[in-house]
């Protein structure tokens, strides 16, 4: 047998066994973890879409920054990338949101764009701040808002773009950061 063919049996043994060690490992870690993760994720949609309710666009932004801010790790950021989006489509809109916000296939404007807001709420974009901006463009684009409809109660059919959930008041709008203040 040629060397060359020795070695590529073995390259190709080692591939096999590399591949099925990730598929047993990954079959292990979501048994372990999967349930976790889903009740996490849920419950993470359930504080989006409450906390939308009661405030608006901005205020979700705002909100979503101040807890990117003192999020440790991947798993926090994820949940907040989800928080905010959930947030947005429960929210009021804001008077002029989306206005200066380009859309995602825009890559340079995007990531520019994504950038300046990184600065512009003091995050770092080592801490991938870019995600959450992400969720905003991508709220932009599909037209603004969405109406979300709940299924957990009697309310449950409530249209909260111009009511909210609870009859309490709204909280005043988030304040608009301006970027020309000097």
Not at 80 to 101: E, H, K, W, Y
Not at 145 to 152: F, H, S
Request: some cysteine; charged content about 25%; overall charge negative.
């Amino acid at each position: 047998m040629p060397t060359w063919l020795k070695v590529l049996l073995i390259i190709g043994g080692i591939l096999v066994v590399l591949v099925v060690g990730v598929v047993v490992a990954s079959v292990i870690v979501v048994r372990k973890y999967g349930p976790e993760l889903v009740e996490a994720g849920k419950q993470t949609v359930a504080e989006g879409q409450e906390y939308g309710r009661r405030t608006d666009n901005e205020g979700c932004v705002n909100e979503a920054v101040a807890r990117h801010s003192r999020s440790d790790g991947i798993g926090d950021m994820i949940k907040n990338t989800i928080f905010l989006r959930t947030c947005l489509d429960a929210s009021r809109p804001t008077p002029g949101f989306c206005d200066d916000v380009p859309r995602r296939f825009e890559f340079v404007k995007s990531a520019e764009w994504q950038l300046q807001q990184c600065k512009r709420y003091g995050l770092s974009p080592e801490k991938q701040c870019a995600q959450l901006f992400q969720q905003v463009q991508q709220f932009c684009e599909e037209g603004h808002r969405r109406v979300y409809r709940g299924d957990e109660d009697e309310n449950s059919n409530v249209d909260y773009e111009n009511s909210n959930a609870r009859d309490e008041p709204p909280p005043p709008p988030a304040p608009r950061h301006n970027s020309n203040t000097r």
